[in-house]
């Protein structure tokens, strides 16, 4: 047995945690997840979660909090700039960068760590009340971390179409950082909201994100994701979700960095008439490995749920799907999609999917599916007939592949930016359309 | 049109070919030279598609015995895409949909692809925009076409349009159009056929597979051959497609079998 080793890891994570608050009932939540984190160990193979996904290689290395925010100019960081936002949020490994930072979007966006106290009661109602980590080490790490993250509140009835943009730079080797996120969108109110993972290197380095929204009746939340860590980063986040009656969450997640990544999504339709749909793109190489866990929980009746998940695998990278759907007794009416696709372009490529429903409402629409294949010969043909080499074309169709789920995002110069991404990525094996024959 | 001392782009001797074990061209023979149009038809079956496929090197199709020369070359050891870029065209039957990529971005990445094999030059978005709608006023397309993902929600005649579209595009010295009009509705045809007919030259030729006379009354043929069970039973000129209109495929069978036994 491990078990104390693993145990002395989670241990050794904890060093470096930030100081104090001055609010009692947040000190108490984070000592409640040290308390956690001293109980759970790190998942292992072992672990029916964590059955497809091996993430020994991160305990083989240690990781601290970066020490005081790292000075960035604003060139470094312009690629990734949305031109779109109303508000931005800087983070450099975890620590709020103010200086990059900006808001114009007419309510609270600002650093989780001085928000807190002026949204107290609000934010005491949620914090730490959607993502549970009484069983979830990585939650429970992030909590104990409590301090620099997002704070956004939109008021009742404001509706946002700009997005706000929360940008979070990893520019340190063996850095490990805790971003939180805490979304409150009051009732009738609509906001865009995107997280981005982003590097300036390519060491190794620990992002462990913890996300929390909460939608009240009628509210709108659109949640775009990117996942562009670097090539030897370690990339953990818990995303939980609640949504009031008729509530609408839209969320679109992308994997595209990251040695090994996981990615757990739980949206509870804790009232009646809530709609959310979800999708998901992971496009791996290498070595890579990228997990989704997802949950859609259906508590109450007519609820609506749609989700599309697909992987693109090449080299000897792993994608790894659970979307779990669940409709409890008394979800009546509840109409629920689920559509797993994955593409493997070489002959080490791996998916795990297991799509799962759990119904115990009678009256019901749910459809589920997934698929595993290789690209089309037909399609393959068509384009070499009109010139195009066998890579050039199977790049072309492998990117059409991805892009089915980036058109869904609702950011245009974002959703650019990451066609042109997917586009270079599917065509990394070939410089050149015109190539060799 | 048939010109004198035109030289032979294609010569296709005793093609025999099979799918999945199975042989469909049994023996097919066929030249062609450049500015002549020639039609295939024949009945279902028959192997007028399978030929069509082979030429532009479909990999389900293994080609089991005889000789396939363009321009001299043998046409068969080279990859369906260096065949493109030698000036090989297949219009499909049945154009496949690519959800996701904008057909402006296909035709652009086909057409550079083929001028740089061909060593010429390649167009940036721009000057490709005002060349691809110059060449979509032959076909009378809606410029709406270049933003649509390539031929993903089109009708029957819109993709058969994109389909002489890139023929315009890729200027090919041999194109072979499998059935393009096939669900096409007579407007189309007739939109279809003058964009052919434009294209024609005395450079190039066009090889027409088709199960109806119909189109070639707006494409007029050199040459009509028949196929039937993996080869040519028959050939002769315009007014042959007309004789099969009129009196089906029954009587050119039960003919050449005839000759066949009369020769033996």
Same mark, same amino acid.
């Given at each position: 047995?491990?078990?104390?080793?693993?145990?002395?890891?989670?241990?050794?994570?904890?060093?470096?945690?930030?100081?104090?608050?001055?609010?009692?009932?947040?000190?108490?939540?984070?000592?409640?997840?040290?308390?956690?984190?001293?109980?759970?160990?790190?998942?292992?193979?072992?672990?029916?979660?964590?059955?497809?996904?091996? #993430?020994?290689?991160?305990?083989?290395?240690?990781?601290?909090?970066?020490?005081?925010?790292?000075?960035?100019?604003?060139?470094?960081?312009?690629?990734?700039?949305?031109?779109?936002?109303? /508000?931005?949020?800087?983070?450099?490994?975890?620590?709020?960068?103010?200086?990059?930072?900006?808001?114009?979007? *007419?309510?609270?966006?600002?650093?989780?760590?001085?928000?807190?106290?002026?949204?107290?009661?609000?934010?005491?109602?949620?914090?730490?009340?959607?993502?549970?980590?009484?069983?979830?080490?990585?939650?429970?790490?992030?909590?104990?971390?409590?301090?620099?993250?997002?704070?956004?509140?939109?008021?009742?009835?404001?509706?946002? /179409?700009?997005?706000?943009?929360?940008?979070?730079?990893?520019?340190?080797?063996?850095?490990?950082?805790?971003?939180?996120?805490?979304?409150?969108?009051?009732?009738?109110?609509?906001?865009?909201?995107?997280?981005?993972?982003?590097?300036?290197?390519?060491?190794?380095?620990?992002?462990?994100?913890?996300?929390?929204?909460?939608?009240?009746?009628?509210?709108?939340?659109?949640?775009?994701?990117?996942?562009?860590?670097?090539?030897?980063?370690?990339?953990? %986040?818990?995303?939980?979700?609640?949504?009031?009656?008729?509530?609408?969450?839209?969320?679109?997640?992308?994997?595209?960095?990251?040695?090994?990544?996981?990615?757990?999504?739980?949206?509870?339709?804790?009232?009646?008439?809530?709609?959310?749909? #979800?999708?998901?793109?992971?496009?791996?190489?290498? &070595?890579?490995?990228?997990?989704?866990?997802?949950?859609?929980?259906?508590?109450?009746?007519?609820?609506?749920?749609?989700?599309?998940?697909?992987?693109?695998?090449?080299?000897?990278?792993?994608?790894?799907?659970?979307?779990?759907?669940?409709?409890?007794?008394?979800?009546?009416?509840?109409?629920?999609?689920?559509?797993?696709?994955?593409?493997?372009?070489?002959?080490?490529?791996?998916?795990?999917?297991?799509?799962?429903?759990?119904?115990?409402?009678?009256?019901?629409?749910?459809?589920? *599916?997934?698929?595993?294949?290789?690209?089309? !010969?037909?399609?393959?043909?068509?384009?070499?007939?009109?010139?195009?080499?066998?890579?050039? %074309?199977?790049?072309?169709?492998?990117?059409?592949?991805?892009?089915?789920?980036?058109?869904?995002?609702?950011?245009?110069?974002?959703?650019?930016?990451?066609?042109?991404?997917?586009?270079?990525?599917?065509?990394?094996?070939?410089?050149?359309?015109?190539?060799?024959? | 049109?048939?010109?004198?001392?035109?030289?032979?782009?294609?010569?296709?001797?005793?093609?025999?070919?099979?799918?999945?074990?199975?042989?469909?061209?049994?023996?097919?023979?066929?030249?062609?030279?450049?500015?002549?149009?020639?039609?295939?038809?024949?009945?279902?079956?028959?192997?007028?598609?399978?030929?069509?496929?082979?030429?532009?090197?479909?990999?389900?199709?293994? !080609?089991?015995? *005889?000789?396939?020369?363009?321009?001299?070359?043998?046409?068969?050891?080279?990859?369906?895409? &260096?065949?493109?870029?030698?000036?090989?065209?297949?219009?499909?039957?049945?154009?496949?949909?690519?959800?996701?990529?904008?057909?402006?971005?296909?035709?652009?990445?086909?057409?550079?692809?083929?001028?740089?094999?061909?060593?010429?030059?390649?167009?940036?978005?721009?000057?490709?925009?005002?060349?691809?709608?110059?060449?979509?006023?032959?076909?009378?397309?809606?410029?709406?076409?270049?933003?649509?993902?390539?031929?993903?929600?089109?009708?029957?005649?819109?993709?058969?349009?994109?389909?002489?579209?890139?023929?315009?595009?890729?200027?090919?010295?041999?194109?072979?159009?499998?059935?393009?009009?096939?669900?096409?509705?007579?407007?189309?045809?007739?939109?279809?056929?003058?964009?052919?007919?434009?294209?024609?030259?005395?450079?190039?030729?066009?090889?027409?597979?088709?199960?109806?006379?119909?189109?070639?009354?707006?494409?007029?043929?050199?040459?009509?051959?028949?196929?039937?069970? *993996?080869?040519?039973?028959?050939?002769?000129?315009?007014?042959?497609?007309?004789?099969?209109? %009129?009196?089906?495929?029954?009587?050119?069978?039960?003919?050449?079998?005839?000759?066949?036994?009369?020769?033996?």
């Amino acid at each position: 047995m491990n078990t104390a080793a693993t145990t002395s890891y989670l241990d050794s994570l904890l060093q470096g945690q930030p100081p104090a608050s001055p609010l009692s009932w947040l000190n108490q939540l984070r000592a409640n997840a040290v308390d956690r984190v001293g109980a759970l160990t790190v998942p292992t193979t072992r672990d029916e979660d964590w059955r497809f996904t091996d #993430i020994s290689p991160l305990t083989k290395l240690s990781f601290q909090p970066a020490q005081g925010a790292a000075q960035l100019a604003a060139a470094q960081f312009e690629q990734w700039s949305i031109a779109e936002a109303a /508000a931005r949020l800087v983070f450099v490994d975890g620590i709020y960068a103010p200086q990059h930072s900006f808001n114009h979007a *007419g309510f609270t966006v600002e650093n989780l760590a001085t928000g807190v106290a002026p949204h107290d009661t609000a934010v005491q109602a949620h914090l730490g009340r959607h993502a549970a980590f009484e069983r979830n080490a990585f939650a429970a790490l992030n909590t104990a971390f409590l301090h620099d993250g997002a704070l956004i509140v939109v008021p009742r009835d404001m509706a946002l /179409a700009a997005p706000v943009h929360l940008l979070f730079i990893a520019t340190r080797k063996h850095a490990a950082s805790y971003p939180r996120c805490l979304v409150i969108a009051e009732s009738g109110s609509a906001v865009t909201v995107v997280e981005d993972f982003v590097s300036l290197q390519n060491e190794a380095y620990f992002t462990n994100a913890v996300t929390e929204m909460a939608l009240a009746g009628n509210a709108e939340v659109h949640h775009v994701r990117v996942q562009r860590d670097g090539a030897e980063a370690f990339h953990f %986040a818990n995303c939980a979700v609640s949504l009031a009656q008729a509530s609408r969450y839209h969320s679109v997640s992308v994997a595209l960095g990251a040695r090994i990544s996981r990615h757990n999504l739980n949206v509870l339709l804790a009232a009646e008439g809530a709609e959310c749909s #979800i999708d998901g793109l992971a496009l791996i190489d290498g &070595a890579q490995l990228a997990d989704t866990h997802t949950l859609i929980d259906h508590a109450l009746p007519q609820g609506v749920s749609r989700q599309l998940h697909k992987c693109i695998v090449d080299g000897a990278a792993r994608a790894v799907f659970n979307g779990n759907i669940m409709v409890r007794a008394g979800a009546q009416r509840t109409d629920s999609s689920q559509s797993s696709r994955n593409l493997l372009l070489s002959g080490k490529a791996r998916v795990d999917t297991k799509p799962q429903l759990e119904i115990f409402a009678d009256d019901v629409k749910c459809a589920h *599916g997934a698929t595993v294949g290789q690209l089309d !010969v037909d399609e393959v043909f068509y384009l070499k007939s009109r010139g195009l080499s066998d890579t050039a %074309a199977r790049n072309l169709l492998t990117y059409a592949f991805g892009a089915e789920v980036i058109e869904r995002i609702p950011v245009a110069s974002l959703r650019k930016r990451l066609e042109q991404a997917v586009m270079a990525q599917t065509q990394s094996a070939a410089p050149s359309a015109a190539g060799q024959t | 049109m048939i010109y004198q001392d035109s030289k032979t782009l294609l010569a296709v001797r005793d093609l025999h070919a099979t799918v999945n074990g199975i042989e469909i061209l049994k023996g097919m023979d066929l030249t062609v030279k450049s500015g002549e149009v020639h039609a295939i038809m024949g009945p279902n079956g028959s192997g007028k598609s399978t030929f069509a496929k082979v030429l532009a090197g479909h990999p389900a199709y293994e !080609v089991s015995g *005889g000789e396939v020369r363009f321009e001299g070359n043998n046409l068969l050891e080279l990859k369906p895409e &260096a065949r493109a870029r030698a000036g090989v065209f297949l219009g499909f039957q049945y154009p496949i949909e690519i959800p996701g990529v904008a057909n402006s971005q296909f035709l652009r990445l086909a057409y550079n692809t083929v001028q740089a094999g061909r060593g010429k030059d390649e167009l940036d978005p721009l000057e490709f925009d005002d060349f691809v709608r110059e060449k979509m006023k032959l076909l009378e397309m809606n410029p709406d076409f270049l933003d649509r993902s390539v031929n993903e929600g089109f009708s029957g005649g819109e993709k058969k349009r994109n389909e002489i579209l890139q023929m315009a595009l890729l200027e090919p010295k041999l194109a072979i159009l499998d059935e393009t009009d096939s669900g096409l509705d007579i407007d189309a045809l007739r939109i279809v056929a003058g964009g052919v007919n434009q294209l024609a030259n005395k450079d190039n030729a066009i090889v027409l597979v088709t199960h109806y006379q119909r189109l070639l009354n707006y494409i007029v043929p050199d040459y009509v051959h028949v196929m039937e069970s *993996g080869r040519i039973v028959k050939t002769g000129g315009k007014e042959l497609a007309l004789e099969l209109e %009129a009196r089906g495929y029954d009587w050119v069978g039960a003919e050449a079998k005839a000759n066949a036994r009369v020769s033996t």
